[in-house]
């Protein structure tokens, strides 16, 4: 069956300091069940509510990404994330206080009330809590948690610009939160801290000389 391609809302947003009135209005749609997309410190990224099923379905659609793949979540706090994994471990407790907000995504073994297609099946998640003003600002309205997985095709190369996400997501998603050129220079470093000791999953923003001293 083709699917019905949408039109995508785009609101041009400060980047530095985004106007509440897009952002609620972005954050509603997530919250119905909608696929918005919204610029990061890296590239922009695809949120929808990780707790909605269809939603999460739609996500995956719409990169033609496997379902053994899991989702990257972004939250507003550590009391949040407390919610959604099963320990946080001394090393992943210095590590966010020394890294968030920013750039380092951090894989805890999930809670159960996490759905497993976002988990992937693998029972980890990685989490991070976003620096960016829109992403930040978006993830609280949204109700704490909102997915943060890069708003590309599977396999493509994540965009920076409104005008790359229209063309590989284009009438896929709700609405575009237009941020402007975001830095792409590279992509979040992600560090598995449900084992001891971590492990470097990716090297990204944060290097890992910067790391080795929390480790």
Same mark, same amino acid.
């Given at each position: 069956?083709?699917?019905?391609?949408?039109?995508?809302?785009?609101?041009?947003?400060?980047?530095?300091?985004?106007?509440?009135?897009? /952002?609620?209005?972005?954050?509603?749609?997530?919250?119905?069940?909608?696929?918005?997309?919204?610029?990061? !410190?890296?590239?922009?990224?695809?949120?929808?509510?990780? !707790?909605?099923?269809?939603?999460?379905?739609?996500?995956?659609?719409?990169?033609?990404?496997?379902?053994?793949?899991? /989702?990257?979540?972004?939250?507003?706090?550590?009391? *949040?994330?407390?919610?959604?994994?099963?320990?946080?471990?001394?090393?992943?407790?210095?590590?966010?206080?020394?890294?968030?907000?920013?750039?380092? *995504?951090?894989?805890?073994?999930?809670?159960?009330?996490?759905?497993?297609?976002?988990?992937?099946?693998?029972?980890?998640?990685?989490?991070?809590?976003?620096?960016?003003?829109?992403?930040?600002?978006?993830?609280?309205?949204?109700?704490?948690?909102? *997915?943060?997985?890069?708003?590309?095709?599977?396999?493509?190369?994540?965009?920076?610009?409104?005008?790359?996400?229209?063309?590989?997501?284009?009438?896929?998603?709700?609405? /575009?939160?237009?941020?402007?050129?975001?830095?792409?220079?590279?992509?979040? *470093?992600?560090?598995?801290?449900?084992?001891?000791?971590?492990?470097?999953?990716?090297?990204?923003?944060?290097?890992?000389?910067?790391?080795?001293?929390?480790?």
């Amino acid at each position: 069956m083709v699917r019905k391609k949408m039109h995508t809302l785009i609101r041009k947003v400060d980047a530095d300091h985004p106007d509440d009135r897009q /952002i609620q209005e972005a954050a509603r749609l997530i919250i119905r069940g909608g696929v918005v997309v919204y610029p990061t !410190e890296s590239f922009y990224g695809l949120g929808v509510n990780p !707790e909605d099923a269809a939603a999460v379905e739609r996500l995956f659609r719409a990169k033609e990404r496997q379902r053994k793949h899991p /989702i990257l979540l972004l939250v507003d706090s550590p009391r *949040t994330l407390a919610q959604l994994v099963r320990e946080v471990l001394p090393a992943a407790s210095r590590l966010m206080e020394a890294f968030w907000p920013g750039g380092l *995504t951090l894989v805890f073994r999930a809670s159960n009330c996490l759905l497993p297609s976002v988990t992937g099946g693998t029972g980890k998640v990685g989490i991070r809590i976003s620096s960016h003003p829109v992403a930040a600002a978006l993830v609280k309205a949204a109700g704490g948690m909102v *997915t943060g997985t890069s708003a590309n095709l599977s396999g493509k190369p994540p965009c920076c610009s409104t005008r790359e996400v229209l063309g590989q997501l284009g009438g896929e998603v709700e609405m /575009i939160l237009d941020g402007g050129q975001t830095e792409g220079r590279t992509a979040t *470093t992600v560090l598995d801290v449900s084992v001891e000791p971590p492990q470097i999953l990716r090297e990204g923003m944060i290097s890992r000389r910067q790391l080795q001293e929390y480790l």
